[in-house]
């Protein structure tokens, strides 16, 4: 009888425990989307500062939105939300700093699942590769590396490849 007892509390203290860590784990992805936002509007407010000024736009360097925690979170959500990109049959993988032509714009499936942006920002999308691009001037600000699969296969040429 006591084992029965002891059975069922361990039950119900398992049965508890999983909306707690589910609960726990919504609380750090919140804290790293707001991070990576807080980034993105520290960068439209640079952009705004450095057009004044008419000044060059400082060297980016990549990573420094899409850091480990929120490439985890934004990938985490594309996928829950069955987000996968049509991407052609090859396509290239821009590099931070580089030209954003070549990109494509995001589907309504991904612009709804990812964090708002500022203005100056943009997210598009390069075969499996989720891009942060300057709006206004058209350049890579970072890359998020399969950020979902490939609806079909699909080769992937590297920028290098492309330069003489």
Not at 19 to 30: G, T
Not at 83 to 99: D, L, Y
Request: proline residues 6%.
């Amino acid at each position: 009888m006591v084992a029965t007892g002891i059975r069922a509390i361990a039950m119900i203290l398992l049965i508890l425990s999983v909306p707690a860590a589910q609960h726990a784990r919504q609380l750090k992805d919140e804290a790293v989307i707001l991070q990576f936002q807080r980034a993105a509007d520290s960068y439209a407010f640079q952009h705004r500062q450095t057009e004044r000024r008419g000044a060059a736009p400082a060297r980016l360097v990549e990573g420094a939105f899409f850091t480990p925690q929120v490439a985890a979170a934004l990938r985490d959500r594309l996928r829950a939300a069955g987000c996968k990109n049509a991407a052609g049959e090859e396509f290239v993988v821009p590099r931070v700093n580089s030209s954003s032509e070549g990109t494509s714009p995001v589907e309504s499936c991904m612009s709804a699942v990812l964090p708002k942006l500022p203005p100056e920002l943009e997210y598009r999308v390069a075969g499996v590769v989720l891009v942060l691009a300057d709006a206004h001037l058209h350049i890579v600000v970072d890359i998020l590396h399969g950020a979902f699969p490939l609806s079909s296969p699909a080769s992937l040429h590297d920028l290098d490849d492309h330069r003489d």
